[in-house]
């Protein structure tokens, strides 16, 4: 057998960490932070579309990055707790700049609400009787109850650009207004203007819930950034077996390990939990340690200044933290950006083994 030498064990513990913090920063699409009123208000309205069958619409709007996506995941996530999400519910993601015209959006939804089959080579005079026959085709029961829909329409303003007819847009907020059926279409997008290119007939049927998703503008976003660091960079500890340390409340941990990636998450990628149960909780102290030493840094703090000269935007500082990321035409290759340096070492000989 291997001796375990000390080298050895360090090296071990460093790449279980590692493991652990990719995995945290790049794969967890659920877990969401602040906006407490805006998460609540998009919740609301999907579990009452699911679980009381009523009929909304809303449009979700905030700069890219802001986290729109994250949150509608999270709200998804959380319901799907609640709600056999599955059977109660059927879920419909269109894309503004994929479904460019309503021809390609109604086989996407179709295809998503699994009726290709259904529909055959019926041919139907118009897009509302399309729909309605799709409609139709999923009320069962006694009642003839349709099961709720929850349309997405991420890059909704691509929807409504003045090269295409707005049919689509009309023909779901009319569901909604008319309450034909249980749905809540929420439009998701970063155009604040997005509501002077909707049509007449499309506006009237809309509901004008709007819920913003803007940064505290009393935060400095690079202080928001040395938060993030220490919060994306340091890895909970248990002390006891089966005690977590619960990094906030809409972090759900996994009880068994103390570890705070959601358990959808670990599953989507196929990683057993127990695999960082082998971490040394002394070791994981000292490893928080310093990332905690890193936030009050002026050099860390005078990178992470810089850098958000050149962009706020989450993503881009994430990818930073993993890979190192496009060098800004500041001079950031050189500085010490905390994580860069923990990461770039393993850059090009260990990248792959970050994950499975
Ligand atoms: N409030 C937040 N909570 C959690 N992650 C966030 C938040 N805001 C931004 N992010 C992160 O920033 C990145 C971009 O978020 P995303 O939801 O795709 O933004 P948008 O859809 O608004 O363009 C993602 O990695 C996401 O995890
Ligand atoms: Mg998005």
Not at 187 to 207: A, H, P, W, Y
Request: hydrophobic share 40%; with cysteine.
């Amino acid at each position: 057998m291997r001796e375990i030498t000390s080298e050895n064990f360090t090296a071990v513990q460093i790449k279980q960490i590692r493991k652990y913090l990719k995995l945290r920063i790049m794969e967890d699409n659920v877990t969401f932070r602040g906006h407490e009123q805006e998460w609540n208000h998009v919740y609301d309205l999907m579990k009452r579309s699911v679980l009381q069958g009523e009929s909304h619409s809303a449009l979700l709007i905030g700069p890219r990055g802001s986290g729109k996506t994250t949150l509608v995941n999270s709200v998804l996530n959380h319901l799907s707790k609640e709600a056999d999400i599955t059977s109660d519910a059927i879920i419909v993601k269109l894309n503004g700049h994929m479904h460019h015209d309503d021809k390609v959006a109604l086989k996407s939804i179709t295809a998503q609400m699994q009726l290709e089959n259904a529909v055959g080579d019926r041919v139907f005079g118009t897009f509302a009787e399309n729909l309605a026959f799709l409609l139709s085709c999923l009320q069962s029961g006694v009642d003839r109850r349709c099961k709720s829909m929850l349309f997405l329409l991420e890059e909704f303003d691509m929807f409504c650009h003045s090269a295409r007819t707005q049919t689509l847009l009309y023909n779901l907020f009319d569901i909604t207004h008319s309450r034909q059926a249980p749905m809540c279409v929420l439009g998701i997008t970063n155009r604040l203007d997005v509501m002077e290119m909707l049509e007449k007939r499309v506006k009237s049927r809309f509901s004008h819930r709007h819920i913003f998703i803007f940064s505290d503008e009393k935060t400095r976003p690079h202080d928001v950034f040395a938060d993030l660091l220490v919060e994306l960079l340091t890895v909970p500890v248990t002390k006891k077996k089966g005690r977590a340390r619960k990094k906030s409340n809409d972090e759900p941990t996994n009880t068994d390990t103390g570890i705070s990636i959601p358990t959808e998450v670990l599953q989507r990628c196929k990683v057993d939990a127990q695999q960082f149960a082998a971490l040394e909780p002394n070791f994981v102290e000292d490893w928080n340690a310093h990332i905690r030493a890193l936030r009050a840094d002026e050099k860390v703090l005078d990178s992470l200044e810089k850098l958000c000269y050149y962009t706020i935007n989450e993503q881009i500082f994430k990818d930073i933290l993993v890979v190192g990321g496009p060098p800004p035409p500041t001079k950031l290759t050189n500085t010490e950006l905390a994580a860069n340096a923990h990461f770039s070492k393993s850059k090009n000989t260990e990248h792959d083994c970050f994950l499975p």
